[in-house]
Nanobody, 124 residues
Framework: QEQLVESGGGLVQPGGSLRLSCAAS????????IGWFRQAPGKEREGVSW????????NYGDSVRGRFTISRDNAKNTVYLQMNSLKPEDTAVYYC?????????????????WGQGTQVTVSS
């Protein structure tokens, strides 16, 4: 069973950047599409991005497209989410998630494994 651990969250000023990491233990990520979701207090969980097994297929939610970049390093068994031009509305707990297969979705129901989340706070 996949165990996913997120890291890299923290407090950043508006306009700043953070890079989140999602590391897997227990098995290789090679066969999994990895997604990032976020949830702010009082709001529904929102799909942020996903990256397919090859790394060539990606997708982003409208609210982050052009500012966030997802990538993967299968040799390190890690997926990254580079977040630039951060806004206060990006404040949320960010979750890494995995599903078997080459393609992903921005629907949370599509995923089988979830990490515990990492807090991102964008504030001056």
């Amino acid at each position: 069973q996949e165990q996913l651990v997120e890291s890299g969250g923290g407090l950043v000023q508006p306009g700043g950047s953070l890079r989140l990491s999602c590391a897997a233990s227990g098995s290789t990520l090679d066969y999994y599409t990895i997604g990032w979701f976020r949830q702010a207090p009082g709001k529904e969980r929102e799909g942020v991005s996903w990256i397919g097994t090859s790394g060539r297929n990606t997708n982003y939610g409208d609210s982050v497209r052009g500012r966030f970049t997802i990538s993967r390093d299968n040799a390190k068994n890690t997926v990254y989410l580079q977040m630039n031009s951060l806004k206060p509305e990006d404040t949320a707990v960010y979750y890494c998630t995995a599903k078997v297969g080459p393609y992903g979705s921005l629907r949370a129901q599509s995923y089988d494994y979830w990490g515990q989340g990492t807090q991102v706070t964008v504030s001056s």
